[in-house]
Every structure is written in structure tokens, then in C-alpha cells.
Nanobody
Framework: QVQLVESGGGLVQAGGSLRLSCAASGRDVGTYTMGWFRQAPGKEREFVGAINWGGDTTYYADSVKGRSAISRDNAKNTLTLQMDSLKPGDTAVYYC??????????????????WGQGTQVTVSA
């Protein structure tokens, strides 16, 4: 079992930046692929990005590529999502998740076995 707790959400103006964190606990946390998803009201959960267990390979959805960065610290069992140039369309609940899989294409929610409770990000125009 892996437990995940997100933090860092809030209200940000368009063009601003946000840094989300995810604290992970449980057995062998450092061996999991970690990912970020988001879900806006009335929409399906959308893949944002992922990082492999070693922290040296990342993959991002086209919607955030070039303005987002995911990192992890396996010594502290933490995951971070840095997002810049935020847009109102980035407004959503953001979730971190853990998976035993790795893809070189957009991940699916079904790839991830463990999820955090989510943190709200609201971007005002």
C-alpha cells in the first residue's frame, strides 16, 4: 500500500506559477512511477505528467509540455509539480498517483493503483 497526500494548491492569477507537492508513504515508494493528473468539473480525469522511479525520465501531456516540470526526491519520498504560465484552463483538482508501469505515451488513470485525495488549483483570468 502507498499513501499519497497532495499540498500546495490555491488561487493563482493567469500567467503565474504554482508548485504542488505530494508526500508519499508506504512500502517501496521509491520504486513506483509517480504521476500527476487533474480533473476539472464535468470533465474526465486528465493526465498531466509522470516521472520514473529513478527520477531521470519524465513524460508530459502536450497541454502542459514546456511549462511544467516534475521532480522527485526518493530520500524524502516527495513528488513535486512546478507549473508556470498558468491559464484559466488549468483550473482543476490535481492528483498525484503511483504506478508500477511506465509508458512513452500519455498514461491512463487505470495505470495507477494509488491516488491522493487531490488539491484544488484555481487560475483566475
Amino acid at each position: 500500500q502507498v499513501q499519497l497526500v497532495e499540498s500546495g494548491g490555491g488561487l493563482v492569477q493567469a500567467g503565474g506559477s504554482l508548485r504542488l507537492s505530494c508526500a508519499a508513504s508506504g512500502r517501496d515508494v521509491g520504486t513506483y512511477t509517480m504521476g500527476w493528473f487533474r480533473q476539472a468539473p464535468g470533465k474526465e480525469r486528465e493526465f498531466v505528467g509522470a516521472i520514473n522511479w529513478g527520477g531521470d525520465t519524465t513524460y508530459y501531456a502536450d497541454s502542459v509540455k514546456g511549462r511544467s516540470a516534475i521532480s522527485r526526491d526518493n530520500a524524502k519520498n516527495t513528488l513535486t509539480l512546478q507549473m508556470d504560465s498558468l491559464k484559466p484552463g488549468d483550473t482543476a483538482v490535481y492528483y498525484c498517483a503511483a504506478s508500477r508501469r511506465w509508458r512513452i505515451e500519455d498514461f491512463l488513470p487505470a495505470d495507477f493503483a494509488f491516488w491522493g485525495q487531490g488539491t484544488q488549483v484555481t487560475v483566475s483570468a
